[in-house]
């Protein structure tokens, strides 16, 4: 989802976004992946990478 529509949704919570794809996520909704040495790595649930911002703050819009 856009930052809009999670602000929407969510407020202004914390959110993850994947740098690759810009999708904003609730960081509770990440996936995983498996690296081919066996360890579990965070993905984004939109596209799969793993190129993952944490802890991006999402403004809240000032009415004019």
């Known amino acids: 989802m856009t930052k809009e529509e999670y602000r929407d949704k969510y407020g202004r919570q914390d959110a993850c ?3 690759q794809c810009g999708e904003y996520f ?3 909704e990440l996936d995983s992946g498996i690296e081919p ?8 649930p939109e596209c799969g990478c793993d190129d993952i911002a944490y ?5 809240e819009e000032e009415d004019e």
């Open 37 to 44: 040495h066996g360890e579990r790595t965070p993905v984004c």
């Open 17 to 19: 976004m994947c740098t």
């Open 55 to 59: 802890d991006v703050y999402i403004e």
């Open 26 to 28: 609730p960081c509770s």
